[in-house]
């Protein structure tokens, strides 16, 4: 007899995964604030990712390690980050808080259509606008970054010590 493999829907999986990552931050070496950093770090990380083309991930690494953050942390903060599509749903509001915090006047740059025959004979002034454009939102991302990465140490900081005294009383109380 055949034993059928049992199907999740999305959801399910969704949170099966989800709750798997935590398990797996909460079992990661190393003490609440450097599980916790490298959480925040790689969370904050995955709110600029889109707005930088994925050019983020070359300091990744570097960025972790010098800020004495838990890679393995940092990882799953990533992936959490991605799970929960915050960076796409935070776009549009991300493009309003760069244009308020850097406007528009301060460039000078009038906002007319391009046409691409204008990039053959060598006018390069679309890569301007676009840039301009993808400045305001990665402005604006990267202040949702650290306001998501500021409040996601305290919360897995909490998270961390409440499941280890968790573990510890079941420990002292499996021994006794």
């Known amino acids: 007899m055949i034993k059928k493999q049992k199907k999740y829907n999305l959801f399910h999986k969704f949170w099966r995964k989800l709750r798997f990552n935590m398990i797996k931050l909460f079992r990661s070496p190393g003490g609440a604030r450097k599980v916790s950093l490298g959480f925040a770090i790689g969370f904050g990380l995955e709110m600029i990712v889109i707005s930088t083309g994925s050019l983020v991930y070359l300091i990744f690494y570097p ?30 509001f991300a493009k309003k808080i760069g244009e308020w915090l ?72 499996a021994s006794m």
Request: no cysteine; proline share 5%; hydrophobic share 50%.
């Open 63 to 92: 960025t972790v390690r010098l800020a004495g953050g838990s890679l393995p942390a940092a990882i799953i903060g990533n992936v959490i980050g991605k799970l929960t599509f915050l960076p796409i749903v935070l776009l549009p």
């Open 102 to 173: 850097f406007p528009k006047k301060m460039i000078d740059m009038p906002l007319q259509e391009h046409a691409w025959r204008n990039l053959l004979h060598g006018d390069f002034t679309i890569f301007k606008h676009l840039l301009q454009g993808g400045l305001h939102v990665l402005i604006g991302m990267s202040v949702f970054g650290l306001v998501l990465g500021f409040i996601s140490y305290f919360v897995v900081r909490y998270l961390y010590n409440q499941r280890r005294k968790h573990r510890l009383s079941k420990k002292a109380g």
